[in-house]
């Protein structure tokens, strides 16, 4: 029951990290493109892609280690978090010599010149920022890191917008985001502290050398994740219309919000496959084969309303000029599905060492993803490029359920997959059928069939929702202060 509380605890504040620091940014867009304009807002948006995709670099995915070792050896948390930041933190800055002055020579622009050197310098306190979140995930202390980075954003956002307000250009803003990343490391390295986290400045050569040999395949994902990530839009620019863009965009726009799902609940789960991983072999494929079930009933009422309510949702959220893009919501919400048992397979593998088996389904379904949608866009346009995500997700999670069975363990979830995705599509339907006589109606009559089927194939027990709801009343209690 701990280790299960500690999952819900860990999975709520990821879920709600994940949630609300896109709301905190979105006030700094709402300024910028209302007081500055929109070329500010391309040089922004420019300095923001440059730092999300730097923060997903900046470990060299090397974070993976740190978590699954440290939840094996908790008394070695400082070791290994001093010796990655060194090692890490050394060939950033060695990137960094290169980059910025690259950076500095190709923009002619000189304000992006300072804001794009300011960003790509965030990088370095990015490193024990990464680590610190990898060390406390592993203590099973989401909430502590949750706390800083969502401080972090707000702390961004407000200053952020009080220079904007001000006249000041994206420079300053770049500023401000670097000083915001050097305090937040400060902070996050006080917590290790307080929570325990003895450091020891202590070369370990062998330690070293397992990091350096680990960078080709776990430095690769992260890349291959971006390319696999934005090949649909980039295709479709090219070869659609830009109108196939927005109603593609729209559509994916809402299911990257419901995707944070799924990942939140991966991460909350990959320390206790790593502590599980070497122990007694039944209780990780047993662990394995629950996660990928509560992950699915977890996500899987999300595609009934997303499926369900396309058209309502479209128009609702982009107004009538994007109507049309219902089809690609309603295939889109179906990659839910296959996304989750990737994400939760991606954990089994990593807890087992096997992370070259992640990079290997990245690669094949990047290429997959590529060629269908140069086969489906020019055909079908914007639903062209859903019907391409949907396949070559499918293939991901068909491919990363293969290989885990036959290299790592056997999840065993085939039948809970197929009854799942009865149960959903059963629910979507009902949800369809109803949609023009009450949208509310459709959706809670989808969801109650849908709960009925999830009962009636016995896919939750009368003790889960029984655990579920006392970890949920413990939550409550905890973090509400008792509130009812």
């Known amino acids: 029951m701990k280790a299960s509380h500690g999952l819900t605890a860990n999975f709520l504040f990821l879920m709600a990290s994940n949630v609300l620091s896109p709301v905190f940014s979105m006030v700094l867009v709402l300024a910028i493109s209302h007081l500055q304009g929109v070329e500010m807002l391309g040089k922004y948006s420019l300095v923001m892609t440059i730092f999300i995709v730097g923060q997903s670099c900046a470990t060299l995915g090397l974070s993976i280690i740190i978590t699954r070792e440290v939840s094996k050896a908790p008394q070695l948390a400082g070791h ?3 010796n990655a930041c060194a090692l890490t933190g050394g060939l950033i800055a060695l990137a960094l ?8 020579s190709v923009q002619h622009d000189a304000e992006m010149r300072l804001a794009v050197a300011l960003t790509l310098l965030s990088l370095l306190p990015s ?16 909430a502590d890191y949750v706390s800083v980075g969502l401080a972090e954003n707000v702390a961004r956002a407000a200053i952020g917008t009080l220079l904007v307000f001000s006249g000041y250009d994206v420079a300053a803003i770049a500023a401000a985001l670097l000083a915001m990343r050097i305090l937040a490391s400060i902070v996050l390295v006080v917590v290790l502290r307080h929570r325990g986290v003895a450091f020891s400045a202590r070369f370990d050569r062998a330690l070293w050398r397992e990091l350096i040999a680990q960078v080709p395949v776990l430095g690769s994902i992260p890349i291959v994740n971006q390319i696999y990530a934005r090949s649909d839009i980039l295709l479709l620019t090219s070869l659609g219309s830009w109108r196939d863009v927005g109603l593609y965009s729209a ?7 419901a995707r944070t799902l799924p990942m939140a609940y991966s991460k909350a789960i990959y320390p206790i496959l790593s502590r599980l991983y070497g122990q007694r072999g039944d209780d990780f494929a047993a662990a394995s084969r629950r996660f990928v079930r509560h992950g699915l009933l977890l996500v899987t009422p999300l595609t009934v309303v997303l499926c369900g309510c396309s058209p309502v949702l479209i128009t609702a959220f982009y107004g009538a000029s994007v109507a049309g893009g219902e089809p690609s919501l ?4 179906w990659t839910l599905v296959p996304h989750t048992i ?27 993803s590529i060629a269908a949608n140069v086969t489906l866009i020019p055909w079908l346009g914007a639903t062209g490029a859903a019907i391409a995500m949907l396949l070559s997700m499918s293939v991901y999670a068909s491919l990363q359920y293969f290989w885990t069975k036959h290299h790592v363990v056997d999840p065993r979830a085939l ?9 959903t599509l059963l629910g979507a339907v009902v949800t369809v059928v109803l949609l023009r006589a009450n949208p509310i109606v459709a959706v809670a009559a989808g969801l109650a ?11 939750v027990t009368r003790s889960e929702l029984d655990g579920w709801r006392t970890q949920l009343d413990s939550m409550r209690t905890r973090y509400l202060w008792g509130a009812s």
């Open 415 to 423: 039948e809970w997959v197929a009854k799942i995705t009865a149960a």
């Open 97 to 104: 010599a290169a980059l910025v002055p690259g950076a500095w």
């Open 80 to 82: 290994y978090f001093l």
């Open 127 to 142: 490193v024990p920022m990464a680590y610190g979140e990898a060390v406390l995930l592993a203590f099973g202390r989401a």
């Open 330 to 333: 309603a295939t889109l919400s």
């Open 342 to 368: 990737a994400c939760v397979l991606a954990q089994a593998l990593f807890a087992a060492g096997r992370q070259a088996i992640d990079l290997r389904v990245n690669v094949i379904s990047t290429v997959l």
């Open 251 to 257: 559509g994916l726009r809402l299911i990257d919000l």
């Open 449 to 459: 069939v849908y709960g009925g089927a999830v009962l009636g194939f016995g896919l």
